[in-house]
């Protein structure tokens, strides 16, 4: 894997310190035994909406029985929406929290977003999870939608790959691509990245993440199910995919696992590492380079 190079966030340059600052009073909050209730809405306060997109409007709707939000801009694309599956290690996040994100997503790719509340850990572990990612997605065929993309960050885009895996499996159509933001896709943790990006990465912990998949699995599952960890079972037959993930971002070697995965199943991935940015590095919205991915994935969406 590439060598890390110094980053920005050491320099304490703006915006690069403001974002540093963030996240240390935020993680130092969540580790001074706040309950997991506590965390949920901290988190939702940490990332916040943003004031990126503000001509984005947002409407509550409902998607497969579960509490959904759309995203439109301007003119949307609502008959091909991008469907997202937010991060959050399975037990924390939801539509608010990644809110400003999807708003943003719309803006720059110009398509309706839709972003749908999943049922988290430990209250309800896997399957929960990828069974409501998948009825969200079969909701919208049902009503003779497919979306143009499936969309998802972290936890959120091993989700995202569940469920065109599973669509493939169960010969339903299935979306014209998928779009990962630094995607955990292998919950046993088995790239070098978990450890040797482990005091580079300033947002995502090796120990954090590994107790927050055997919170979700419990027992009776294990890490190397490929219902779970998808990036471990077959890729073939997927959507051209397209991933962005950071070069200080702890699981970033899942991106280079997937994209030989892919690759040797004759199918079609790009790999774009942002040098020295942490995991899921998009939703702040203050970053430089969070701006530059987005606009990146929108010319990728708008040209499908």
């Excluded at 009073?25 to 809405?41: D, F």
Aim: charged share 20%.
């Amino acid at each position: 894997m590439t060598q890390p190079v110094p980053s920005q966030f050491d320099s304490g340059g703006d915006p690069y310190a403001r974002v540093r600052a963030r996240i240390e009073a935020a993680t130092s909050a969540w580790a001074g035994g706040m309950t997991l209730a506590e965390i949920r809405t901290s988190f939702e306060a940490f990332l916040g909406d943003g004031d990126g997109a503000p001509e984005v409007r947002r409407a509550p709707v409902v998607l497969g029985g579960l509490p959904a939000c759309a995203f439109d801009p301007p003119g949307a694309w609502t008959d091909r929406p991008l469907l997202y599956c937010h991060g959050g290690g399975f037990q924390i996040g939801s539509v608010r929290s990644h809110a400003g994100l999807m708003a943003r997503l719309a803006a720059a790719s110009g398509a309706r977003v839709l972003g749908f509340d999943y049922r988290l850990a430990p209250e309800h572990r896997f399957p929960a999870a990828p069974d409501d990612a998948f009825a969200a997605y079969s909701a919208l065929l049902e009503a003779g939608t497919v979306p143009l993309a499936i969309v998802g960050d972290s936890a959120g885009g091993a989700l995202a790959l569940g469920v065109a895996v599973r669509a493939r499996d169960a010969g339903l159509p299935l979306p014209e691509a998928l779009v990962l933001l630094s995607p955990w896709l292998d919950l046993t943790m088995s790239g070098e990245s978990y450890t040797a990006l482990a005091e580079r990465d300033i947002f995502s912990k090796p120990a954090q993440l590994a107790a927050m998949a055997r919170t979700y699995l419990g027992r009776a599952h294990a890490p190397s199910d490929p219902a779970a960890s998808p990036v471990l079972g077959g890729l073939a037959d997927l959507p051209p995919m397209l991933v962005h993930a950071g070069g200080h971002d702890i699981t970033l070697d899942d991106s280079h696992l997937l994209a030989r995965n892919v690759v040797a199943q004759v199918g079609r991935v790009e790999v774009e590492v942002f040098p020295a940015m942490c995991h899921h590095f998009q939703v702040f919205e203050e970053l430089p380079e969070a701006a530059a991915s987005l606009a990146r994935i929108g010319a990728f969406l708008r040209a499908l």
